[in-house]
Structure formats: C-alpha cells, structure tokens
C-alpha cells in the first residue's frame, strides 16, 4: 500500500495507529512516500516502523490541532472586524440622518 503521508491513514494518532496494526496483522508492505519509509522492506516488518510511525503521526495530529486553532483564531477576528464595520457604517447613516 502507498500513501503519501502518514496523516492519510487515519484522522488522529489512535486511528493511524490501529490501521496500522490491521495492516501489520495482514503483513501489508506500507510505503509512506513522503519519508521514504516502508514497514515491510524485504518482506520482514522494519524494526524502526513502530517509533517512525507513533511519532510521525502525533506531529500530524498535533499540526491539526495547530490548524484548527489558527482557523478558528482567523474567524473570530474576522467576526470582530465585520462587527467593527457594521457599527461605523450605522454610525455615519445616523450622521446622515442628523
């Protein structure tokens, strides 16, 4: 199985990991491209692929968590400013009035 990134086998560190093991119970040779790494090389499981793969896919994890954040810090800062603006403009309409 080729994927391109660990992040694609799951949507967090938990799930990554349990289809990792189903893939490993059914000895599936996964390469992981961006990396370069392969979980079953030369037919026997490479002895780094456990550590690579934990620690590869908790970054992942937590570059979502870091994206979320970010998103949501954008939104609120983007609903502050249209309240800004909603609020001038009824202000000059009032001057207008007046």
């Known amino acids: 199985m080729v994927v391109e990134e ?3 086998l799951g949507r967090n560190t938990g799930d990554v990991i349990r289809t990792l093991e ?3 119970e059914n000895k599936v040779n996964v390469l992981v491209r961006n990396i370069g790494l392969q979980s079953r090389p030369t037919g026997t499981l490479n002895p780094i692929w456990k550590m690579i793969s934990s620690v590869m896919s908790s970054m992942y ?3 979502l ?3 979320k ?3 949501a810090a954008g939104r609120m800062a983007y609903v502050e400013k249209v309240e800004f603006l909603e609020e001038k403009t009824a202000r000059l ?3 207008q009035i007046f």
Do not use: D, Q, V, Y
Request: glycine letters at 0%; a neutral charge; charged letters at 45%.
């Open 93 to 95: 309409k009032m001057k």
């Open 69 to 71: 954040c970010r998103t």
């Open 65 to 67: 968590e870091n994206i």
């Open 61 to 63: 994890e937590a570059e």
């Open 6 to 8: 660990f992040s694609r």
């Open 22 to 24: 189903w893939l490993e």
